[in-house]
């Protein structure tokens, strides 16, 4: 981000509503920022699914789910068309859309989110 984006940024959480509705490109600034909070994700391998060699991820929370599915998918070399599960705590399958901070919240274990995957549907 540029030095005149950041100063917009930081403008637009001090400016009044009369002020940003003069001005709306400030208050988009500040919405346009990614979360730079990262959580650590574990991946445990079911099944004959393959083991990754490293386990613990760290992850933006803002990403949705379906981010976390794609970055498996690369790791593991899998094509859009192969099989994979991903399931949170060996429980449930969470929706793509979900955002990985509320999940994170919700069912972290020892500060880690658990995700299962596996090549066949094992639950829920």
């Not at 002020?19 to 099944?47: C, M, T, W």
Request: hydrophobic share 45%; charged share 20%; glycine share 2%.
């Amino acid at each position: 981000m540029s030095s005149q984006a950041a100063d917009l940024a930081s403008l637009a959480e001090t400016l009044t509503p009369s002020q940003i509705s003069q001005n709306p490109s400030l208050a988009l600034e500040k919405y346009k920022k990614k979360d730079a909070v990262k959580v650590i994700v574990r991946f445990r391998a079911i099944g004959n699914a393959p083991i990754l060699k490293q386990n613990l991820y760290k992850i933006n929370a803002s990403n949705k789910f379906q981010a976390v599915i794609q970055f498996l998918r690369r790791e593991l070399n899998y094509k859009a068309s192969d099989p994979l599960f991903l399931y949170i705590n060996s429980a449930f399958s969470p929706a793509p859309d979900e955002i990985v901070a509320n999940l994170v919240k919700c069912f972290n274990t020892d500060g880690h989110l658990i995700i299962n995957y596996c090549t066949s549907a094992a639950w829920g």
